[in-house]
């Protein structure tokens, strides 16, 4: 009995051709050098034994009769079962073949009758290899999104169950708070300690509603694009904001009318309230800040908003919309470096753009693009 390993198979090949002596030399010459190979006459048959035994290659003639193959290369192409099956046209050289025909049908390439066999030989091994690491690239691919599936689900309920003691905390400070007098209490210093918890608090719940903001637009494909009512979400965001306008007495200043552009509320809603934070923490003392629109060509609108503050360095400037990025020194109200990298994702899948202008001593201006609304 004998103890030597079979030669492994290199892979399978279809060939179809209705000429029985081409198929024959094809045959014995890829067993011979350890293809598994299959045969079809002609294009029906080809197509069917395609979708069950999903050839590594497929080696189709052009010429027969029947559908050709053209017509098989094309209804291979278009079946899910067998569009990823590299097809490799043989023709004879008395033919004359519209080769560019073949490759718009999604032919990967042409081999010419009689065949040479060192040729088709270096040519099956080379898209055999491309295919392999496709299916190896696909398969990478599928992990990496399952992967991504599962870390997206996990951050989203860590930050939920994060989320509601946080909330729980922030409002127990807050009761504390009014309903303490400051000679109730032991020591001021206690008061300010209940005023840093809450502060603490709230800058947790930010960082949290930052990182679900960012996993639901990378993973969000389809959102309802509407006309925007800029005055009523500038409300909603100072309403957010009024525990931090009221800290740091900034004066925010606003158009009377906007113009109407088109989004989506909840997402334009999110770049407003982290241009404006950024604006009260990083604006002067106390902060200034105006706001503003005006027509970008034919189609957009520029929103605007611009600080008192000293303004960003050459240096700081490319280093913005970079997430988990700070540019301000360690004196600074220091933000988690996720929002102008939210803004960015967000108004770029809202087809705009994002900026900004500084000078160094005069403040900056921040801007982002949205499509203006049109009929």
Not at 98 to 105: A, I, R, S
Not at 277 to 284: D, E, F, H, L, V
Not at 301 to 319: C, H, P, T, V, Y
């Amino acid at each position: 009995m004998s103890t030597e390993n079979p030669t492994p198979i290199k892979g399978t090949i279809l060939i179809v051709d209705d000429i029985p002596a081409n198929v024959s030399v094809l045959y014995d010459f890829l067993a011979q050098h350890g293809y598994k190979v299959l045969v079809a006459q002609e294009g029906q048959r080809a197509i069917q034994k395609a979708e069950y035994a999903q050839p590594d290659l497929i080696l189709l003639d052009v010429m027969m009769p029947g559908i050709d193959g053209f017509e098989t290369c094309k209804i291979l192409k278009s079946k899910p079962e067998t569009t990823d099956i590299p097809i490799v046209f043989m023709t004879a050289l008395a033919e004359t073949v519209d080769k560019v025909k073949g490759f718009k049908l999604g032919a990967a390439d042409y081999l010419t009758k009689p065949i040479q066999h060192e040729e088709i030989l270096a040519r099956i091994t080379t898209h055999l290899n491309v295919r392999q690491l496709q299916k190896q690239l696909q398969t990478h691919t599928t992990e990496l999104e399952k992967r991504n599936l599962e870390l997206d689900a996990f951050a989203r309920t860590v930050a939920h169950d994060l989320k509601n003691p946080l909330n729980a905390v922030i409002g127990y400070t807050e009761m504390l708070i009014s309903e303490c007098s400051l000679d109730q209490l032991p020591t001021a210093d206690m008061q300010e300690t209940l005023h840093l918890v809450e502060k603490a608090g709230r800058k947790m719940v930010s960082i949290i509603e930052a990182l679900l903001l960012l996993a639901g637009v990378s993973k969000q494909t389809q959102i309802e694009i509407r006309p925007l009512d800029m005055a009523l979400i500038i409300v909603q965001v100072e309403q957010r904001l009024a525990y931090l306008i009221k800290e740091c007495q900034a004066e925010i200043r606003q158009p009377v009318t906007w113009p109407t552009a088109i989004g989506y509320a909840p997402w334009v809603e999110e770049i407003w309230a982290n241009y404006l934070s950024n604006g009260i923490k990083y604006g002067g003392k106390p902060p200034y800040l105006e706001l503003g629109a005006n027509q970008e060509g034919k189609n957009m609108i520029r929103f605007w908003i611009r600080d008192n503050g000293q303004g960003l360095s050459e240096e700081a400037q490319k280093q913005l919309f970079t997430p988990f990025t700070r540019l301000h020194n360690k004196d600074s109200v220091e933000g988690h470096g996720l929002g102008l990298s939210i803004v960015q994702q967000v108004v770029e899948k809202l087809g705009g753009k994002v900026g900004m202008e500084t000078t160094l001593g005069q403040g900056c201006l921040f801007y982002f693009t949205l499509p203006a609304e049109t009929g």
